[in-house]
Structures are given as C-alpha cells and as structure tokens.
C-alpha cells in the first residue's frame, strides 16, 4: 500500500490550550493584557498550576496546528501533515485525539520525559489573553526534517505554512524547508501569529520572508510590524501590506500576497502584482449572542484560506472559505468545527 501524498506540510508548536472564562482577575495579577499572545516568563510560571483548580476546558492548540486541522477539515483524508515536537504524555495523546477527528496526519517529533507544550487562555468577553509555554515544543530538531516521517511529506506537498510562533527557536528549519519549497516553483505561506514576533523577531522574519509567497496577519500584527520597521502610518492595513508585499523575493515569477485581516469588520489583501490596488472584503458580521470563543478564530481563517487554495480556489474564494471557517470557530469552544463536517468550498 502506498503512502499517502500529501498536499500541504506544516509546521508549528504542538499546544493544548487551557481555557478559563471570566480572567478578569488572573490578568490583574498576573500583569496581562486582554486580547494578547506572549511566551510565558518566570512570573506567569503559578498561572498553570492555578487555572487548572477551577474550571478549565482542555481544546487541542498551536496555531500552525489550528490553522492545519482548519485545512484538513475542508480537504479530503490524508491532505494535510503537521509537524512540531511533543512530549510522551496525556496531552501529546489529546493532541493526537483532535487531529484525528479533523484528519490531519501528525508526524510529531516526540521527546520522552518531556512535558507537551501549553497556552494558558484566558478569556475575558470576547477578547482572548495567550500566555505559552512552550516545553517540548522548543526542543524541535531539523533533523527530524530528514526523517523518514518527514521527509516524504516534504517532497510530496505543494504548500508549506508556517506559524510565526516557530520563529522564536525553530528559524534554521523553516529556513531550510522554505528555501526548498522556493526552489522547487511550491507555495510557501506564514502567519505572522502574534504582535511580538514582528517586534522582536524582525530579523528571523526576514531570513524566511524572501521565500515566501503569500503572508497571513491580523490588524494587530500589521501595526507592530509597521512600528517595527519605521512605516509613516502603523494603522494603514494596506499601507503595510504593500510595504510586505513588495519585500524581496528569492521567486519573482510569483508575486507575493498579503493578507490583513480585521476580525469581524473586513480583510485587506494586497498583491506585489499590483501593490498600489488593495482589495477589501467585507465580513458577515455575527451577533453578540452567537460568539462563544475567539479563541483560535485567526488560525481557522488561515486554515480555510490554505484549504481554498488547495483545492484551486481563486484569491476571492480562498477569502470566503477563509471567512466562513473563522466564523464557524468563533461559535464554538476554543479553535474547533463543526462536527458532523460541514461542506464550505
């Protein structure tokens, strides 16, 4: 029997969020904002511990992997791979448990006697605060990259997507993949995931950006990313789109797309192509009743984004499928989806 051939490869820190309602306490004491992604320091170190006393809900995490279960949910069986590294406990086995649901085939890198990486969420309304520890998930290795679980999936996959997250220790192996991908006339795709990796991981981000074909964020993330890097006007989606869009690139012959997007108010989407014409799409606004959880809504929208464009979608379709999986997570608990699946292409 033959192995499957997989379409999309992604890589991310493994992560089961711990989800706690009504934080309004814990980010006074433990010095958080409300709608926020950080690596945890020493100070946050009892938040852990403390959370797990009360009420808490356990949903599969990581936002490379959200947004590769996002993918998996819209693509036939056996797509889609995700790799990033585990430890050999309870929460890599949840981990697993989700991933299979959504059909996507993990190929972790498991550490044994360590613990599986978690983010603390605490929700506030609908503003979500994300504090990481990133355990196991630290310790990937580019040499599982050559592994016989890994390396087939590279060769195999059209589209490789990356979590701005991973920057923060795995920059040689995205690098190395990216460069690969490049090279070989296939789509790279990175998410920029969080205001800080912008602010203080400028210079990973441009190791891997010249590789890069299409570039996800959120409002937030272009503001940091335009204070970052001197832009005139920080709160100009487009303005910042174009200025990424038209970074260097190591394939001309594709132009690159970058995608703003702005919650339930609209997405913004610039092409180096034609960098001066930003395209905006408006979103189907939801009711205040029928938002349960942000959580992971960003990594939906990445998921149905790459899901779309699989399957030959053009950029305004990518968009909806985007739009429509974005809100199917945000009417539920944590990054998840309907279930029994629900056709959006």
Known sequence: MSSPSYQLFAIGNPLLDIQVTNGEELLKKYDLKSNDAILAEAKHAPLYEEIVKGKVTYVAGGAGQNAARGAAYVLPPDTVAYTGCVGDDDFAEQLKIANAREGLAHKYLVKKGEK???CAVILTGHDRSLVTDLRAAEKFEKS??????VAPVIESAKVFYIEGFFLTHGTESVVEVAK????????SVINLSAPFIAQFFGVQLQQVLPYIDFVIGNESEA?????????PNKNDNAATAKAIALLPKSNPSRPRTVIITEGPKSTTVVSSADPDNAKIYPVTPLSDSEIVD????????AGGFLGAYISGKDIDGCIEVGHKLGAMCVQSIGPQFKWPKVQVL
């Open 116 to 118: 599986t990486g978690a």
């Open 144 to 149: 599982w990259l050559s592994s016989p679980e």
């Open 180 to 187: 690969k991908f490049s090279e070989a006339g296939k789509v």
């Open 223 to 231: 503001e940091a990313w335009a204070s970052a890097n001197g832009l």
């Open 294 to 301: 942000t959580n992971g809504a960003g990594d939906a929208f």
